[in-house]
């Protein structure tokens, strides 16, 4: 009897497997292939997640859309094929508590994205405290594993006054100890965060740290202990989504609005679309609305039915991945957008941004790439809502950056995925100075995630991932390059290196990540896996660490690393700091963040 019981139960996994992975295969596997094309989760990234994850996410999350085609038994049929997760407890997050917890005295180190207003992520040599003839004998200090994250690690590490503060993939804020790792407190909210950390001084000399997640909230909280101050949600939409690192100045906070909504449109059913990008400004204090300021100006209205007799609405899209640049002599804020969702087509998509830092007016718009309409329908049998006017989707997605080029005169310098880095001048609203380009671009392609600069010279990550038009594959892209500032010549380039991971998912050559720029070498990491430091005198490697397999880890959590993409590191008090295992967009999934100092001491 127990034998029959036990072919029973077999035959019942067995077929309830097949099933979910029939319903896997017509409703979903023409987004989410491995190669990652498509920017959304490979199979091997979901694998990681737990049935109830996806299941959420298909009932209530970024593939509701989608999910409401199906019923409940076969939402959870197809989390119950996908998951290969399993039901160990995990290690507590309290695993490494710190024995003392000293005041925080100081906001020296790094402090949000870009280090500065102008987003330069450039460390000056007295914050960095690492010089170039020290970058070949960095070594791992301690690193630190990530639970729960679903193989997608988010969270660039904002370096203050001694401590680490960075957000995660399963909603988790932490403040470490950044000599140790020691962990001071950690904050759970109830989705993904991926901005970095913003921290300011409030005039009652509270220190506080701010952040949004991906349900559009923004949060404030008490540095010191991790207690909530405040917390508000800045936008309506059901997929709207923060990713860009808000930005302080002047005790107001500046939030970047970006969505999902392409994705949401990749159901024939679905009305799409009515997300626009915005700037939210946020009284620091208090997270009181001061102003928000739509990137599309028009609100969407309707435009008739779509193929399959779903209402079509437009304009949308435009949204702000980018975290915020202050301009502080011409008192403006620059964002750069995405593509257009929906027709009709606007002047505002693929954009730079120029608005008011006291009313959020627009000042001048710069359009740089026209037409550029595309969502999840584009890539599916029916194309129901797919733009007419369809282009690459070669969002702006990396911050500009404000440099000086004497006399008075500044430029912003833009990556684009389209391959093209642009400089653009804010005293000619937005007129072109220089354009070049370094790669082919596309979907994936280009400048993905920021360039560094000094004063005089930006470095530019090429990403070009699977020789980046949506639907090719192979192992193409990657790249380092110097461009003068005045003028956008090109001083030097160096190709990407072979990658050593070839013949795995996601291993790709491809540089997504942000350069991080000390005097002398800039760093760059790989979707490889690699993370290498360049000679800014010539493109020359001075250090290539490779961050795939597994470390032991400060709070007992197993861990290795993946693609380094999204997030790059960050350098303070002679130590840099770097997370890697972004499993999206075709990465390679993993779970760990490493401290790295001259000779790990």
Request: proline share 6%.
């Amino acid at each position: 009897m127990q034998r029959i019981l036990t072919l029973l139960v077999c035959s019942a996994g067995l077929a309830a497997a097949q099933e979910g992975q029939a319903l896997f295969q017509k409703n979903c596997a023409m987004c989410h292939k491995p190669g990652g094309e498509n920017r959304t989760p490979t199979p091997d990234v979901l694998a990681q997640l737990p049935p109830q994850a996806i299941v959420a996410a298909l009932e209530t999350g970024s593939m509701k859309a989608q999910g409401a085609a199906l019923s409940a038994p076969e939402r959870l049929a197809i989390a119950r094929f996908l998951s290969k997760s399993t039901t160990a407890e995990p290690v507590s997050t309290d695993a490494n508590t710190c024995p003392s917890k000293p005041p925080l005295t100081s906001l020296a180190g790094w402090n949000g994205w870009g280090v500065d207003q102008s987003n330069s992520r450039f460390q000056p040599a007295a914050a960095a405290r690492l010089t170039a003839d020290q970058v070949p004998n960095l070594k791992v200090k301690w690193a630190f594993g990530f639970k729960g994250g679903g193989g997608v690690v988010y969270g660039q590490p904002t370096i203050a006054g001694g401590r680490l503060f960075f957000g995660s993939a399963d909603g988790t804020i932490y403040s470490m100890d950044a000599r140790t790792g020691c962990t001071y407190w950690t904050f759970k909210v109830p989705s993904a965060v991926r901005t970095a950390i913003t921290l300011t001084t409030m005039p009652n000399k509270r220190y506080v740290a701010f952040f949004g997640d991906i349900k559009a909230n923004v949060y404030a909280l008490d540095a010191q202990t991790g207690e909530q101050v405040w917390q508000i949600k800045v936008d309506d939409h059901p997929v709207a989504r923060i990713t860009g690192a808000p930005k302080l100045y002047k005790g107001r906070l500046y939030v970047p609005v970006s969505s999902i909504e392409e994705a949401s449109a990749g159901s024939a059913s679905y009305a799409c679309c009515k997300f626009r990008g915005s700037v939210v400004a946020l009284d620091a204090s208090t997270g009181k609305q001061l102003w928000k300021t739509y990137s599309i100006p028009d609100a969407p209205s309707s435009t008739g039915k779509n193929s399959a007799g779903a209402d079509r609405f437009g304009p949308a899209g435009a949204a702000i991945w980018d975290s915020p640049t202050i301009d502080e002599k011409r008192k403006l804020l620059y964002v750069g957008t995405g593509n257009q969702y929906s027709d009709p087509p606007s002047k505002y998509s693929d954009a730079v941004l120029a608005l008011d830092l006291d009313t959020g007016s627009m000042k001048w718009a710069k359009q740089l790439t026209g037409g550029d309409g595309w969502n999840f329908s584009c890539i599916s049998p029916n194309k129901a809502s797919c733009p007419t006017s369809l282009g690459e989707d070669t969002d702006i997605g990396s911050s500009p950056i404000l440099r000086s080029v004497g006399h008075g005169h500044d430029l912003l310098i833009v990556g684009q995925k389209s391959g093209v880095v642009w400089g653009l001048d804010p005293d000619k609203q937005g007129e072109v100075a220089w354009s070049t380009r370094i790669g082919k671009g596309g979907a994936l392609g280009g400048i993905m995630w920021g360039s560094a600069a000094s004063d005089d010279t930006v470095y530019v990550p090429l990403s070009d991932f699977g020789g980046s038009k949506i639907g090719e594959s192979g192992l193409s892209g990657g790249g380092m390059f110097a461009i003068k500032i005045a003028n956008g010549e090109k001083v030097w380039y160096t190709p990407p290196a072979k990658p050593a991971c070839a013949g795995k998912i996601g291993c790709t050559p491809s540089q997504m990540a942000p350069a991080t720029l000390i005097p002398g070498v800039v760093f760059s990491g790989s979707m490889d896996g690699h993370l290498r430091a360049y000679s800014t005198k010539d493109g020359s490697v001075v250090w290539d660490f490779d961050t795939l397999p597994e470390f032991a880890t400060v709070n007992g959590v197993k861990a290795h690393g993946g693609s380094l993409s999204a997030t790059g590191p960050t350098i303070a008090d002679g130590m840099l700091f770097v997370n890697s295992g972004y499993g999206a967009l075709g990465g390679m999934a993993g779970n760990i963040m490493f401290a790295f100092s001259v000779e790990g001491k």
